[in-house]
Every structure is written in structure tokens, then in C-alpha cells.
């Protein structure tokens, strides 16, 4: 007499099945996008055409490093910062207002603060930023988040390695740079680190300017792994090394 097939649980054989699978699915509908970046985010009325347009000349800031440098005259060359009001004040040249002004203006400033003060008819004062008060913004999956310093020519990529370069999770072909535009609107172009590390393009180079925001998603890899841990192994726990296997030719007690 025939017996049904019976189910019979054996531990012998992991089942690793389930978790691949849901992460070949997801992954094949990330596939499909083009962008990582939602598309309603993407159209006109929420950002502003993107424009590579050259940064204006640097307007000294408060709380800027400032280097004063009289070439005939070393005994008055001066190192400081800007102070919170925007002045900066410089022993025989007295309280300049700084705030505002290119270095080439400021040197016309202590040229003549020097000149009034008898201490030089013509220092030819040159002065240079040491350190830039300014500020961009890396988020996302990199080392240490945060406000960095930028620096004269600062990249993205260099932003990045300041912000103790990328994670594993990092999405790192999509990394979204998010900048303001003259008229005061935010404008979003995606960088291609991939691009610019493996191939050299020079295109994905891009020089930050104050107060950018860089932000690094998570890889779809990633993404799919998490979802997989927060709604499969959250939600339906189960003994991964637990399977149940038909057995056509059952044993029965």
C-alpha cells in the first residue's frame, strides 16, 4: 500500500534561499532606475537648472585666517583672524573693516591705514586667506558626517576624504551634490565617483564653493539588505538552517 509523500524537517541542509532571492528582486527593480534621486524631486519647480557657472571672486568673511604680508617692510607683516563684526585690526594700521572686501581691496585698505599712520607712504601689502571660514556640508555613508572646512579648489572627492572617506554601503556612482543658485534656489546634479576614480573623468571633478551639500546614499545592495533585515527578518522570523524537504520515499515508524 502506497503511503502520501510525507514533509519531513532536516538540519543537514542550510536553506539560504529565501534572503537571495528577495535581494535578486529588488535589486533587478533598482536596476531599472536611472537615478537615485525620486523623480518628483528631480523636475523644475523643486530645483533650479544646474549651472557650472566660475565662482564669483571670495569676499573675506568673519572668523577668516587672514596672512599680511609688507615685502619692504617685514616688521609689520601680520597674521589673524576676522573678527565676529567683520573688522580686522592690525598693530600700526588700527581697525580695518574687512568683511565684504576682496584680498586685493583689503590691501588697499592697510596700504592706506599704514600711510595715514606714518608707517609706510606705500607698504604694497599683499594678503592671502590661511584659512577660509567657510563651510560645506558632507552627509550620508562616509566616515565621520558633519561640517567641513572648505579649502581653495576644494573638490568633492576631497570633501570626501575629509569626511574620512566612503563606506562600504556607499552608493558610489550616484553621490548628490546640492548647491545654492544665484537667485537663492537649490540645484542638484549627481557626481559619478566611479567615473572619476576608474576612468578619469574630469567632468565628475567638481569644485565646491561655500555652504555645498554633499550627500552619499546607500548602495542598492545596501538598501536591499536592510529592507530584507527590517520587513523579512523583523517581521517573519525563521530558523534559516531549518528545511523542509519532500521525501518521496518516506520511512514511516
Same mark, same amino acid.
Not at 33 to 56: G, I, L, N, R
Not at 185 to 206: C, F, N, P, W, Y
Given at each position: ?55 564669483? $571672486?571670495?569676499?573675506i568673511?568673519?572668523? @577668516? ?20 563684526d567683520? *573688522? ?43 584659512? *577660509?571660514? /567657510?563651510? &560645506? ?17 576644494m573638490?568633492?572627492?576631497? /570633501? ?14 550616484? $553621490? ?16 559619478? &565617483?566611479?567615473?572619476l576614480?576608474?576612468r578619469? @573623468? ?22 536591499v ?29
Amino acid at each position: 500500500m502506497n503511503k502520501e509523500p510525507q514533509a519531513t524537517a532536516s538540519s543537514t541542509r542550510p536553506m539560504n534561499i529565501t534572503r537571495p532571492a528577495l535581494a535578486l528582486g529588488l535589486m533587478t527593480l533598482t536596476a531599472c532606475t536611472q537615478t537615485w534621486v525620486e523623480p518628483k524631486y528631480q523636475q523644475p519647480d523643486h530645483f533650479a537648472a544646474w549651472s557650472e557657472a566660475t565662482p564669483s $571672486v571670495y569676499r573675506i568673511m568673519p572668523g @577668516d585666517d587672514l596672512s599680511v604680508v609688507l615685502p619692504f617692510n617685514a616688521e609689520l607683516n601680520f597674521r589673524g583672524s576676522v573678527a565676529p563684526d567683520g *573688522s580686522l585690526t592690525m598693530p600700526f594700521a588700527g581697525t580695518i573693516p574687512a568683511a565684504g572686501l576682496t584680498v586685493a581691496q583689503l590691501a588697499d585698505s592697510v596700504n592706506k591705514a599704514l600711510a595715514t599712520g606714518g608707517m609706510a607712504k606705500n607698504g604694497y601689502a599683499s594678503v592671502s586667506i590661511i584659512q *577660509s571660514a /567657510a563651510k &560645506i556640508y558632507v552627509g550620508g555613508q562616509v566616515g565621520r558626517p558633519g561640517e567641513i572646512a572648505l579649502h581653495n579648489g576644494m573638490s568633492v572627492m576631497q /570633501a570626501i576624504m575629509a569626511a574620512q572617506g566612503l563606506l562600504d554601503t556607499a552608493r558610489t556612482n550616484e $553621490v548628490v551634490l546640492i548647491r545654492r543658485s544665484p537667485d537663492g534656489r537649490e540645484m542638484l546634479r549627481t557626481i559619478d &565617483i566611479d567615473a572619476l576614480t576608474h576612468r578619469g @573623468d574630469s567632468k565628475q571633478d567638481v569644485v565646491l564653493q561655500a555652504a555645498d551639500t554633499i550627500f552619499v546614499p546607500k548602495s542598492s545592495i545596501a538598501e536591499v539588505d536592510q529592507w530584507i533585515d527590517q520587513y523579512i527578518d523583523k517581521v517573519i522570523p525563521f530558523n534559516r538552517g531549518f528545511d523542509y524537504t519532500i521525501s518521496n520515499n518516506p520511512t514511516w515508524p
